[in-house]
């Protein structure tokens, strides 16, 4: 079974071998390497992925995702039936879906570890 290192090794080995140009100093660190994923996820431009690609991706995020206070529908309160309203970060909030604000051109952000919406989505979300 992969360990949490083992799946962002190939996550990022698989990013860069299958088309991102992006190409920063050797990630050493955990966090370097965390830091390289997320400006390779930013940049990727869409195309199939492999179905252990993104098994192993989704596997990768949960195991993140476990250890950050995901906000719940239950933990919020109504401004009236049916409307919350909710300040905070977007990717701790439970969600089945989320609606980003659009650019002109409507495709994202591709600027590596750009601190806007669509990037932060992308990089807690998955490819």
Same mark, same amino acid.
């Given at each position: 079974?992969?360990? *949490? ?7 990022? %080995?698989?990013? !860069?071998?299958? %088309?991102?140009?992006?190409?920063? /100093?050797e ?6 390497? @965390? ?10 431009? +869409? *195309? ?8 192993? *991706? ?9 250890? @950050? /206070?995901?906000?719940?529908? !239950? ?11 909710? *300040?905070?970060?977007?990717?701790? =909030?439970?969600?089945?879906? +989320? ?7 409507? =495709? %994202?952000?591709?600027? /590596? ?12 979300? %998955?490819l």
């Amino acid at each position: 079974m992969m360990e *949490q290192e083992e799946r962002l090794d190939y996550l990022i %080995g698989y990013l !860069q071998k299958h %088309g991102s140009a992006l190409r920063l /100093p050797e990630a050493k660190t955990l966090e370097e390497k @965390k830091t390289y994923f997320r400006a390779l996820m930013n940049v990727w431009e +869409v *195309q199939p992925l492999t179905e252990e690609f993104l098994n192993i *991706q989704d596997r990768y995020l949960q195991e993140e995702l476990k250890s @950050k /206070p995901v906000r719940k529908m !239950q933990d919020l309160i109504p401004v009236q039936k049916n409307l919350f309203v909710w *300040q905070g970060d977007i990717t701790l =909030l439970a969600a089945d879906a +989320v609606v980003n604000a659009a650019n002109k051109s409507l =495709l %994202g952000c591709f600027l /590596p570890l750009h601190k806007c919406i669509d990037n932060a989505v992308h990089s807690f979300a %998955g490819l």
